[in-house]
């Protein structure tokens, strides 16, 4: 979920998921600094890790429109809704901090046929009206740096309520 202040004053709430690939390693192997004892979960021989964060965690973000957008300003929160494809990374050591690149508002037919047949996905970034940078901290039983390629979907929820 992210929230979007809107040029009217209204703050909106965005929710998003997605599927895609990527990778991460440790981040106390790569640094080569001692580990904490953290609570190990074992999956299959490899270790699994969480981390998470609440509207409490410090975030910030801005979007951009891009050449494809239709219209003069955004004075209608659900011109972002539709496919977005985005870059995720993140790195902790119980603490840390996450980052994203997403386009915003694909036509979901386009998407879906970029997915289908990758020859396609030059012109479903083409056709995204907004992109979105945003960044902000985490914790939880973390010790790795890592990132991802997603594919997925963004919808408008509304208002955003604070609390």
């Known amino acids: 979920m992210f929230a979007l202040d809107a040029p ?93 690149f997403m386009l915003l508002g694909i036509h979901a037919d386009l998407l879906l046929m970029a997915i289908v047949k990758p020859d396609l996905i030059g012109m479903a970034i083409c056709s995204a009206p907004a992109a979105l940078i945003v960044g902000g901290v985490n914790e939880g039983l973390q010790d790795a740096v890592g990132f991802a390629f997603m594919c997925g979907k963004i919808k408008c929820n509304g208002l955003y309520v604070d609390g």
Not at 17 to 35: C, D, H, K, Q, Y
Not at 38 to 63: H, I, M, N, Q, Y
């Open 8 to 100: 009217s004053g209204q703050t909106y709430e965005y929710i998003y998921g997605g599927f895609g690939v990527g990778t991460s390693r440790g981040l106390a192997t790569l640094l080569r600094i001692p580990r904490l004892a953290l609570p190990k979960v074992l999956v299959k021989s490899d270790e699994l890790s969480g981390s998470g964060s609440t509207a409490d965690f410090t975030s910030r973000g801005r979007l951009y429109l891009t050449d494809s957008f239709k219209g003069n300003d955004l004075t209608n929160p659900q011109s972002l809704e539709g496919g977005t494809i985005y870059l995720e990374g993140a790195a902790g050591y119980l603490f840390g901090g996450t980052g994203s």
